[in-house]
């Protein structure tokens, strides 16, 4: 399985800022996404973070608010734009493998004031 | 749209007994995957299911995948209180979908 390391690991911002979040891998993985989940709840998929491609974006969800880059295949980071008090989460990167297994990153645990 | 469901929310049980998440789709699946996330961490990938009617194990646990593909198991035999946290199981139709995850059974144990 891969290692993947997320930084921040946890934020306090204040609303109306931004907060870039990024995600490194020890390893080239194709397929890497960004899920946000709620204390105590389910991971909701935010995206799909394609290299050298726009993200592609579940329902709900849009680029002006989630901003995400890929610029190879080790790397992402998801920014949380304009953020209200309804962005405090738990934002977790991961990656899949070729059998369609999912490993995750530790997670970003912010708090929008 | 797909939806996964698990069953109960949340479980209590006494150190030494036996645990059972359970998993249903309102649709056949094309794989299963069960994540365990303990508190304060992240889900951590357990294993995957394909075929219908497939059992693996664990150690002291065991994992199911119905016959119609549409639901699954998770079963702890003997539980410790290292087996504390929430169990997700995720589905997808077709293999190369996007997996959905279920909300999750949070497992505690009393001591």
């Known amino acids: 399985s891969a290692v993947i390391s997320q930084k921040p690991s946890r934020d306090i911002c204040q609303r109306g800022t931004s907060l870039t979040i990024q995600c490194q891998v020890d390893?080239?993985?194709?397929?890497m996404f960004w899920y946000r989940q709620q204390p105590g709840q389910s991971l909701t998929l935010i995206a799909t973070?394609?290299?050298?491609?726009?993200?592609?974006?579940e329902s709900g969800f849009v680029i002006d608010k989630f901003p995400i880059s890929r610029p190879n295949l080790t790397f992402s980071t998801l920014t949380v734009s304009n953020m209200s008090p309804e962005d405090s989460s738990i934002y977790l990167c991961?990656?899949?493998?070729?059998?369609?297994?999912?490993?995750f990153g530790p997670g970003t645990r912010l708090t929008v004031t | 749209g797909q939806q996964v469901m698990q069953i109960p929310q949340y479980q209590h049980v006494q150190e030494g007994e036996d645990f059972t998440t359970y998993c249903n789709s309102s649709?056949?699946?094309?794989?299963i995957q069960w994540y365990k996330q303990r508190p304060g961490g992240h889900p951590v990938f357990l294993i995957q299911l394909v075929k219908s009617g497939e059992v693996k194990k664990q150690k002291r646990l065991t994992f199911q995948f119905g016959e119609a593909k549409k639901n699954s198991s998770l079963h702890i035999t003997a539980t410790q209180t290292t087996d504390v946290g929430t169990y997700f199981c995720a589905g997808a139709m077709n293999r190369d979908d996007k997996i959905i995850f279920g909300k999750g059974t949070r497992l505690h144990i009393l001591p």
């Open positions: 973070a394609n290299q050298g491609s726009e993200a592609t974006y």
């Open positions: 390893s080239q993985v194709t397929m």
């Open positions: 991961s990656v899949e493998n070729s059998n369609y297994e999912q490993y």
């Open positions: 649709t056949t699946l094309s794989n």
